[in-house]
């Protein structure tokens, strides 16, 4: 593992595991569902922020899945699934997608301050982050192509479900 894989690994914010190739196409297609949730239009600036950093990280989530990674349980998770997907960027020499995930991590700030504190996202923000949502979703795909281009290909059955109206209330779950 590249990086400060090692160290992530010691103190358990990386763990080492067999992931399924479904389980992998799975997180895959979460991050392409919600890059159409933060496309919506009529989303605050805030609300924007949030799901295209939410796609994003599904994104970054599946190229360490891919390689048999997976996030612990830690408080900095998100800078070590950040750190680690672009240390193997680098590793493989493209600085493009470091370039990407240093652009993601700066948005992690964006994101933490929406989120935890007084302060609100920006339309220049909520811009940037449906931007780098784009290019860090073609990044992405590209490097899982290398690594396994069935996690990219669409599936035989796969459907996606239209987005629900505001005549098509979501269903509870497990109810």
């Not at 609100?120 to 909520?126: F, G, I, K």
Request: aromatic share 6%.
């Amino acid at each position: 593992m590249p990086g400060r894989g090692a160290e992530y690994l010691a103190d358990g914010a990386l763990k080492k595991e067999a992931i399924s190739l479904g389980e992998v196409r799975a997180i895959w297609q979460k991050a392409n569902t919600s890059v159409l949730d933060a496309s919506l239009s009529g989303l605050t600036p805030d609300g924007v922020v949030s799901l295209a950093y939410t796609a994003q990280m599904q994104a970054a989530m599946t190229v360490l899945w891919a390689r048999g990674y997976r996030g612990g349980a830690d408080p900095k998770h998100h800078y070590c699934l950040i750190d680690s997907v672009r240390a193997f960027a680098k590793a493989e020499h493209r600085m493009d997608f470091a370039e990407v995930l240093n652009r993601l991590d700066r948005l992690r700030q964006v994101r933490k301050h929406s989120l935890y504190d007084a302060q609100l996202a920006t339309p220049a923000e909520a811009t940037a982050a449906r931007t780098l949502m784009g290019e860090m979703l073609t990044a992405a795909a590209e490097t899982l192509q290398a690594i396994n281009a069935a996690i990219v290909a669409p599936a035989a059955s796969a459907h996606t479900p239209p987005p629900l109206s505001a005549e098509q209330p979501r269903k509870p779950r497990g109810r």
